[in-house]
Structure formats: structure tokens, C-alpha cells
């Protein structure tokens, strides 16, 4: 049960306010961003998801850099509450396409539709977008995607001058194209975040794959559909032996150390034949979940050399290799380097390209 549920954008600007309760402030959304924004608790550097603040119980995801919140008094469940403000996200991108602060205040009244119909007096009712379509009349607004910036995690690589197809579909599961035709179309990207520990000489420490299938369905009728997946795959260590375990990088067998499904899946024959069948419902949704710390070839290779160049100083060689071809490109490549509290003062590093 929620009290208030709110959208900030970067700047702090309320973008959507809708408060279901009247058991907490109107100035709500003005103490969170100021809380948020100022956050030095416990020397951490930015606030955590959940967070309580004069008997307030503050929710908060970052989507695309707009901060979706939700408030209450009571004692809810944390992990209920963040997976709702995912769920809402992504129920306001199905309808409108494209999620930014430009869309949603285009599209303020459909939005405020779909919130009146997601959440009745702080209760969830459904964060479906199949079943919402019967509740939701409004048609949105489109917003040119062409202009935004790509902000996906499937947007970081080009393969020449093409931009390779991100998972933010940039068109509504709502909204016909133009002359009133039906889109037949369905998108599957497979979106994974690699966490690599790498020791000072450049081996790979630890290594942890996670990993989703997203697909997102703008076929009429519902149709049964069927996703094949590589025939060598493995749930759980035991499923193959352990030469196959550390040997295979990037080829042959596939182990997964655990996975879920989404709820429209049917196993019947995925022991069998691995395929998943499904009636992909309205809307983007992940298919598959799953984690691996099977052996692979990261995209990046990075060694680090440290050396004492004086008493109280260090000089610090970071060296970034790609490993992946070169007619394929990296954008959006950030390099942090942290450094401890009680360092004065640093210096930028030069940085040198080797092709």
C-alpha cells in the first residue's frame, strides 16, 4: 500500500504527481530530491533505494534519468514497492514508445489514466499492459525518437555507421501505424551486465554474466510463438563436467547457474529440445532471466600497474584493451578509477589510443 506515487526529472521538476492517500505532505517530492541530492549519510556517496525520513518511507528507481518514487507510512514489503515502480516504467514506455521527460509531458493526461488504473486508493490492481488496454481510451502523443539519446544497455556498440537496435523500442503498443495499419512485427534482444574482477598483472579473478531476453510483441492475435535456445545449454554446474565448465569461452557447451521464466512461458519441451513456447503478451517483458560464472572472453581487457614515485605520491598505468573486432565500435565508455578519502589531490591522466 503506497500513499503517493511521483516522477522527478534530473533538475528536480515534478513531472507526474498522484497522491492516492492524503497520509503524507504535499512537499514530499521537494524533501526527497533534496535528500537525495544532498546524500552523505554513512559516507556513502548516493542514496539507497529505501530510505525513511520523518516517519516517511521513500521508494526510488532511476529510469533513463527520471526518478520514479513512491511514499509511504506503513511498513511494506521494499522489494514489492521497487518492482512496482519498475513495472510502471515500463507500462508508461509500452503506451507512449518512447520514455522521457518530453513523452510524459506530452502525454500527462494518458499517464495519469494509466496510474488512476495501475493503483486504486495505494492498492495494486494490475500492471498489465494486455489487460489495461480494455481501461485506457486515451491515444498518445508520439515523440520523435530520432532526436533522443540512446540510453540502453543493448546502445553501446556500433557496427560500422549503423547503430545496432537497442531494447527501447521507440513505438507504442497501442498506436497504429500510419494509414491505419497493423504492425506485425516482435523484437528479442538478450541484454547482459558482465562483472569482471581482473588481478594487477590482467587475470581474470572472478567473473558473473547476468543476463535477460527481452522481447517486446506488436503481433495481432496473439499467436503462439517459439524461441529456440542453443541445444548444449545447462542449468547448474552438474549439468555438464567440469572440463566442459572451464574450457568453453564463447563456444560449445552453455552453463547457466540459475534462471526463471516469465509467467506466460510453457516448458513442456524445453528439457527436450530447448525451446520456450509462449503467447507473448502486449507490450515489452523479459522472457528469460538467468546468471553465469562460466569462463568467457570479456569485451574488455584491462591491466593496471601502480608505482611510488615519491613518499606520499603514485603513479597509477590503467591500460584498456578491446577484444572484440574492430569494424565493431564502443560508445558511452566510462573509465572510473576510485581513489581513498584521504588523497589531496590528483591529476588527469593522459590518455593514449592504440590501434
Same mark, same amino acid.
Not at 581474470?204 to 547476468?210: K, N, V
Given at each position: 500500500?503506497?500513499?503517493?506515487?511521483?516522477?522527478?526529472?534530473?533538475? %528536480?521538476?515534478?513531472?507526474?504527481?498522484?497522491?492516492?492517500?492524503?497520509?503524507?505532505?504535499?512537499?514530499?517530492?521537494?524533501?526527497?530530491?533534496?535528500?537525495?541530492?544532498?546524500?552523505?549519510?554513512?559516507?556513502?556517496?548516493?542514496?539507497?533505494?529505501?530510505?525513511? $525520513?520523518?516517519?516517511?518511507?521513500?521508494?526510488?528507481?532511476?529510469?533513463?534519468?527520471?526518478?520514479?518514487?513512491?511514499? &509511504?507510512?506503513?511498513?511494506?514489503?521494499?522489494?514489492?514497492?521497487?518492482?512496482?515502480?519498475?513495472?510502471?516504467?515500463?507500462?508508461?514506455?509500452?503506451?507512449?514508445?518512447?520514455?522521457?521527460?518530453?513523452?510524459?509531458?506530452?502525454?500527462?493526461?494518458?499517464?495519469?489514466?494509466?496510474?488512476?488504473? $495501475?493503483?486504486?486508493? %495505494?492498492?495494486?490492481?494490475? &500492471?498489465? &499492459?494486455?489487460?489495461?488496454?480494455?481501461?485506457?481510451?486515451?491515444?498518445?502523443?508520439?515523440?520523435?525518437?530520432?532526436?533522443?539519446?540512446?540510453?540502453?544497455?543493448?546502445?553501446?556498440?556500433?557496427?560500422? *555507421?549503423?547503430?545496432?537496435?537497442?531494447?527501447?523500442?521507440?513505438? *507504442?503498443? $497501442?498506436?497504429?501505424?500510419?494509414?491505419?495499419?497493423?504492425?506485425?512485427?516482435?523484437?528479442?534482444?538478450?541484454?547482459?551486465?558482465?562483472?569482471?574482477?581482473?588481478?594487477? *598483472?590482467?587475470?581474470?579473478?572472478?567473473?558473473?554474466?547476468?543476463?535477460?531476453?527481452?522481447?517486446?510483441?506488436?503481433?495481432?492475435?496473439?499467436?503462439?510463438?517459439?524461441?529456440?535456445?542453443?541445444?548444449?545449454?545447462?542449468?547448474?554446474?552438474?549439468?555438464?563436467?567440469?572440463?566442459?565448465?572451464?574450457?568453453?569461452?564463447?563456444?560449445?557447451?552453455?552453463?547457466?547457474?540459475?534462471?526463471?521464466?516469465?509467467? *506466460?512461458?510453457?516448458?513442456?519441451?524445453?528439457?527436450?529440445?530447448? &525451446?520456450?513456447?509462449?503467447?507473448?503478451?502486449? %507490450?515489452?517483458?523479459?522472457?528469460?532471466?538467468?546468471?553465469?560464472?562460466?569462463?568467457?572472453?570479456?569485451?574488455?581487457?584491462?591491466?593496471?600497474?601502480?608505482?611510488?614515485?615519491?613518499?606520499?605520491?603514485?603513479?597509477?598505468?590503467?591500460? $584498456?584493451?578491446?577484444?572484440?573486432?574492430?569494424?565493431?565500435?564502443?560508445?558511452?565508455?566510462?573509465?572510473?578509477?576510485?581513489?581513498?578519502?584521504?588523497?589531496?589531490?590528483?591529476?588527469?591522466?593522459?590518455?593514449?589510443?592504440?590501434?
Amino acid at each position: 500500500m503506497i500513499s503517493q506515487f511521483f516522477v522527478l526529472s534530473q533538475r %528536480g521538476d515534478n513531472i507526474v504527481f498522484r497522491d492516492y492517500r492524503g497520509e503524507v505532505a504535499k512537499g514530499s517530492a521537494e524533501i526527497f530530491f533534496r535528500k537525495v541530492k544532498f546524500w552523505k549519510e554513512d559516507g556513502q556517496e548516493e542514496a539507497p533505494p529505501v530510505f525513511n $525520513v520523518d516517519g516517511v518511507n521513500y521508494f526510488h528507481v532511476k529510469v533513463v534519468g527520471l526518478l520514479f518514487v513512491a511514499t &509511504t507510512r506503513v511498513n511494506v514489503s521494499p522489494s514489492l514497492v521497487l518492482e512496482l515502480l519498475q513495472r510502471i516504467a515500463r507500462v508508461i514506455k509500452d503506451y507512449l514508445g518512447v520514455l522521457s521527460e518530453d513523452s510524459l509531458r506530452k502525454n500527462f493526461v494518458l499517464v495519469y489514466e494509466l496510474l488512476d488504473e $495501475v493503483i486504486d486508493f %495505494g492498492y495494486v490492481q494490475t &500492471t498489465s &499492459t494486455e489487460v489495461l488496454k480494455s481501461y485506457v481510451f486515451n491515444e498518445p502523443i508520439v515523440v520523435d525518437a530520432a532526436r533522443l539519446q540512446p540510453l540502453g544497455p543493448a546502445a553501446i556498440f556500433m557496427q560500422g *555507421s549503423k547503430r545496432m537496435p537497442g531494447t527501447a523500442v521507440t513505438k *507504442s503498443v $497501442v498506436a497504429n501505424e500510419p494509414g491505419g495499419r497493423k504492425r506485425e512485427e516482435i523484437f528479442v534482444d538478450i541484454i547482459e551486465k558482465i562483472s569482471v574482477t581482473f588481478s594487477s *598483472s590482467g587475470y581474470i579473478l572472478t567473473s558473473e554474466i547476468d543476463g535477460t531476453i527481452q522481447m517486446k510483441s506488436y503481433l495481432t492475435g496473439n499467436p503462439e510463438i517459439r524461441l529456440a535456445l542453443n541445444e548444449d545449454l545447462s542449468i547448474g554446474r552438474g549439468g555438464g563436467s567440469v572440463y566442459d565448465y572451464r574450457s568453453s569461452s564463447g563456444a560449445g557447451p552453455v552453463i547457466l547457474d540459475d534462471c526463471n521464466f516469465h509467467e *506466460s512461458v510453457r516448458l513442456d519441451s524445453f528439457d527436450m529440445d530447448r &525451446t520456450l513456447a509462449l503467447v507473448p503478451p502486449d %507490450g515489452e517483458f523479459p522472457v528469460m532471466n538467468y546468471r553465469m560464472t562460466q569462463e568467457f572472453k570479456p569485451p574488455f581487457h584491462i591491466n593496471c600497474l601502480i608505482e611510488e614515485a615519491g613518499h606520499l605520491k603514485a603513479e597509477v598505468i590503467l591500460k $584498456v584493451r578491446a577484444e572484440f573486432p574492430s569494424n565493431i565500435t564502443a560508445n558511452t565508455v566510462v573509465v572510473q578509477m576510485p581513489l581513498p578519502k584521504y588523497t589531496t589531490r590528483h591529476f588527469p591522466f593522459p590518455i593514449f589510443y592504440t590501434w
